[in-house]
């Protein structure tokens, strides 16, 4: 091929996306699970939302940050709508149209206490013009069987459209992480 042809070949231009790089925003989200309190009957996650145009992190959360019994995602939600005098259920019209959430185990899709699953927090999150608002969700670990058998919010969430990623490497930590206020 002469330069004149591929020079004529339009070439998609590199997103941030492709340049963010996963493993250090999960580790970043495992930073935020340390500080979760240890506790029997849930797991310690930390998660992030991420701008995906900037690669700009809008909010951080762990599990049991906000006030009551409140999971690391839902917190980076609350957090996020408060920053922006918002319900939570309303974040979707303040943050970007590619937004993305790390989160060092898989969102919820059934709670014991029976709140809210995160899954269905996700998928409520609409831009304005009622598009999905959380485009991704990049996860460190699948939610071991112990306390609602299978997590099936990976499917839930694609068949909502929104892509589920596994960040390999950090398994072990994160595991040991969340699983910190459990009986050995
Ligand atoms: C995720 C969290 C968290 C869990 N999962 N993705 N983020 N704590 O911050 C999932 C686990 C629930 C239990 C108990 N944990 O937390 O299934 O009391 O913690 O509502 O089902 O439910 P509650
Ligand atoms: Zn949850």
């Known amino acids: 091929m002469c330069l004149q042809d591929s020079e004529s070949v339009p070439v998609p231009q590199e997103t ?6 996963h493993k250090v925003l999960m580790q970043e989200a495992l930073q935020e699970a340390k500080q979760s309190p240890p506790k029997p009957s849930n797991f310690c996650v930390g998660a992030l939302l991420v701008d ?3 690669g700009e992190v809008l909010s951080r959360g762990y599990t049991l940050e ?3 019994n409140t999971h690391a995602e839902q917190c980076c939600l609350i957090k996020f709508a408060q920053a922006h005098d918002l319900p939570e259920e ?3 019209e303040v943050l970007p ?8 185990m898989e ?3 059934m709670r014991l206490s029976g709140s809210l699953p995160c899954v269905d927090r996700i998928i409520r999150t609409k831009t304005k013009d009622g598009a999905a608002a959380i485009k991704k969700v990049y996860l460190g670990v699948q939610e071991p069987e112990k306390f609602v058998g299978e997590n099936q919010g990976r499917a839930k969430l694609q068949e909502h459209g929104i892509e589920c990623i596994h960040v390999p490497g950090l398994e072990e930590e994160i595991l040991k992480v969340a699983t910190a206020g459990h009986q050995k």
């Open 52 to 54: 995906l145009e900037t």
């Open 107 to 109: 969102p919820c899709n």
């Open 16 to 21: 941030v996306e492709d340049v963010v790089d």
């Open 97 to 104: 149209s590619n937004t993305a959430i790390y989160t060092t």
């Open 66 to 68: 906000v006030e009551g």
């Open 90 to 92: 309303r974040v979707g």
